[in-house]
């Protein structure tokens, strides 16, 4: 594990051209990245991951890559998004060129293309003048690492390098807008919202699953990262709920001795809740007001989970607008059950 420097940058190169993976820093969570056009790095990639080979990856480029090389056609609304939103955590979904592997798109004739906006990553995608495949930079399934530390609990050992840039800024990862369809379609939701696309370019399709945070059944090929797999999760049972603080005690006070308990939620809900008074862990994602914040600790939340050794982890149900439809979208997708008194689902 390296900080981020011109030489560290220069032995990413050459292990990327030699066919090996090297995790780096993105604004949205740590990549595990191979050369798009190395079998060999791109067959790491699910080696070191244990990922299921039809999950497809995302293409990242630097600022000035041709894209021309890895697309067979630019959708019209792609210039547009692209000039808007890159470099950022968007990433579009275009019909593939022939020189893309299948084995990148998981089958599929499209292909996902991403430009990060972290300075680290830029650098190293212009450094080493390559398209890199890179999805997070974690075992499949567990929540996706924010921090290189992160990188070095899921890979140490599995990975030859990570380049520790600190922690990413977004948490969570892209947005995936699909624009092979009539209408643009959202397939993960992210920090660029639905709100933000149909500004520059009109009417923006969510995906039934996706709107759902429903997995796609068996015979479904994705066409993006998320869409068909549990992701995110952490080892104890999350339950995500819309319980009160109030309604949060009844639960807590019975549990059972042999459970280790813990609560994620918002600082003001932990201070109605005061959780330690019951034996229970009390993890914050932060103010309840910064949405952006409680993205950012989501997964480090979680993990800290695991590092508490939680059995039973209660999740607070946050509004899913703007940023919080990524957030909860998320959130779910970690949890084994989803209890909701207050509201409907």
């Given amino acids: 594990m390296l900080n981020v420097t011109e030489q560290s940058l220069a032995m990413a190169t050459q292990l990327l051209l030699d066919g090996q993976v090297v995790a780096f820093p993105?604004?949205?969570v740590y990549g595990l990245g191979a050369w798009a056009f190395s079998k060999s790095g791109v067959a790491r990639i699910y080696e070191a991951k244990g990922r299921p080979s039809d999950n497809p990856l995302i293409v990242?480029?630097?600022?000035?890559?041709?894209?021309?090389s890895l697309v067979s056609s630019v959708p019209?609304?792609?210039?547009?998004?692209m000039q808007r939103f890159w470099p950022g955590?968007?990433?579009?979904?275009?019909?593939?060129?022939?020189?893309?592997?299948?084995r990148i798109t998981g089958g599929l004739d499209t292909v996902a293309i991403r430009m990060p906006a972290h300075p680290a990553a830029i650098?190293?995608?212009?450094v080493s003048g390559l398209p890199l495949v890179a999805p997070s930079a974690n075992t499949s399934g567990k929540p996706s690492p924010t921090t290189a530390r992160h990188v070095w609990e899921d890979l140490q050992g599995r990975i030859p390098l990570i380049l520790d840039g600190g922690p990413c800024g977004v948490g969570l990862e892209s947005t995936v807008l699909d624009l092979t369809e009539s209408r643009p379609v959202i397939l993960?939701?992210?920090?660029?919202?639905q709100a933000m696309l149909e500004a520059v370019i009109g009417p923006v399709e969510v995906d039934p699953a996706v709107r759902r945070n429903a997995?796609?059944?068996d015979h479904v090929k994705p066409k993006a990262p998320g869409m068909k797999y549990r992701h995110y999760a952490p080892k104890g049972k999350l339950i995500i709920t819309d319980a009160t603080p109030e309604q949060m005690r009844a639960w807590l006070t019975p549990a059972a001795p042999q459970e280790r308990v813990g609560v994620v939620a918002t600082r003001q809900y932990l201070d109605k809740l005061q959780p330690d008074e019951r034996q229970v862990t009390a993890i914050c994602l932060g103010d309840q007001d910064n949405t952006e914040e409680l993205a950012a600790h989501l997964f480090g939340a979680l993990r800290k989970a695991d590092q508490q050794g939680l059995t039973l982890i209660y999740g607070q149900a946050l509004p899913a607008e703007g940023l919080g439809e990524a957030l909860m979208n998320r959130f779910i997708k970690a949890s084994?059950?989803?209890?909701?008194?207050?509201?409907?689902?």
């Fill in 26 to 28: 993105t604004e949205t």
């Fill in 336 to 345: 084994s059950q989803q209890i909701w008194i207050n509201r409907r689902k």
């Fill in 60 to 68: 990242h480029i630097a600022p000035g890559a041709d894209l021309h």
């Fill in 76 to 81: 019209p609304a792609a210039s547009a998004l």
């Fill in 215 to 217: 997995l796609l059944a």
């Fill in 123 to 126: 650098r190293l995608l212009e």
């Fill in 89 to 102: 955590p968007l990433t579009l979904i275009m019909p593939k060129g022939p020189a893309i592997s299948p």
């Fill in 188 to 193: 993960r939701p992210g920090a660029i919202t």
